[in-house]
């Protein structure tokens, strides 16, 4: 595992100027054929070529670029869908951009990987991995993209009712809107959903930064539990549908993710710990030094 980590780092450091562009045209193309396959109302933004042709696009702009087409995908297929879905996407994505500016959480891209994540059913992963390596403030786009996840459930389901409703006569309309705005901003799976991630890596990132052995492993185990404690507590506090099998795999994938990510990237060697003691003409500094799992080879190099 560490010679392919290894292996990969010069990889990449050799190739980023062609690699880089390829993994955000990549990304960029599943995000956007996520939006596509569940609320494809536009015959246009269907069309396969606008979709590479977005995805290209990203590929030279930066990461953050990405959130925004995708969320670009959303407001047109919403608006092919019906102009009372169109009006609501329009309201969470402005909310979404003003929470995520507002408090300038930074990772943007988070927000169009949770919705991909979840449609393949390990979005666990994206909190623990969260939780070791981006902070604290990761929550932010993290929630916001379980917003959007369930704002795109919420459009490929009421879509053809609030169009139907669209022709009907004040009173059905005003019910439309209302069932919509209600559904969307009262459900509570949405705030246990929230709440299991949010937990999740502020767990795993207070453990991962305390200094013992292992402290990875134990990092990403008690987020997945954290994760199932709160999903569990939350369904049947709200009495809510939920069926605990279903959930195991993604658990279990998103756990052996993780895992494999940990040991790749947060591994460390500590029977080779070094404590160091420096000073300058105001403070006498103590260091204790960690490498990380390194091969024989580079060690002896």
Not at 61 to 80: E, K, Q, R, S
Not at 234 to 263: D, K, N, Q
Request: charged share 10%.
């Amino acid at each position: 595992m560490i010679r392919v980590r290894e292996a990969l780092q010069k990889f990449y450091t050799e190739n980023d100027y062609w690699v880089l562009p390829v993994i955000k045209a990549i990304t960029a193309f599943l995000c956007f054929f996520t939006v596509n396959s569940n609320i494809g109302y536009s015959d246009t933004l269907l069309n396969p070529l606008i979709c590479i042709a977005a995805s290209i696009l990203c590929s030279f702009l930066p990461w953050t670029c990405i959130p925004v087409f995708f969320g670009m995908l959303i407001l047109g297929n919403a608006y092919a869908g019906s102009l009372e879905i169109f009006l609501v996407a329009g309201i969470v994505l402005l909310l979404a951009g003003l929470i995520q500016s507002t408090f300038r959480a930074g990772n943007a891209i988070l927000i169009a990987l949770v919705p991909l994540f979840f449609y393949i059913h390990i979005p666990y992963v994206i909190p623990i991995i969260a939780g070791l390596s981006l902070g604290l403030m990761s929550t932010v786009p993290i929630s916001i993209g379980i917003m959007l996840y369930y704002l795109i459930e919420y459009i490929s389901v009421n879509a053809s009712p609030a169009k139907a409703a669209a022709g009907s006569d004040i009173t059905a309309m005003a019910t439309a809107y209302a069932g919509l705005f209600g559904n969307l901003f009262k459900d509570k799976e949405i705030i246990v959903t929230i709440a299991a991630f949010a937990l999740c890596i502020i767990i795993v990132f207070i453990i991962s930064q305390v200094s013992f052995e292992s402290n990875w492993l134990v990092a990403v185990i008690a987020g997945v539990f954290s994760i199932i404690i709160v999903s569990v507590c939350g369904y049947l506090h709200y009495e809510l549908e939920f069926s605990f099998w279903r959930m195991i795999p993604g658990l279990l994938v998103s756990c052996l993710i993780s895992l494999i990510y940990a040991f790749a990237f947060h591994a460390v060697d500590y029977q080779r710990t070094e404590r160091l003691r420096f000073e300058d003409d105001d403070y006498i500094y103590y260091v204790k030094a960690i490498p990380k799992l390194k091969t024989i080879d580079e060690d002896e190099n």
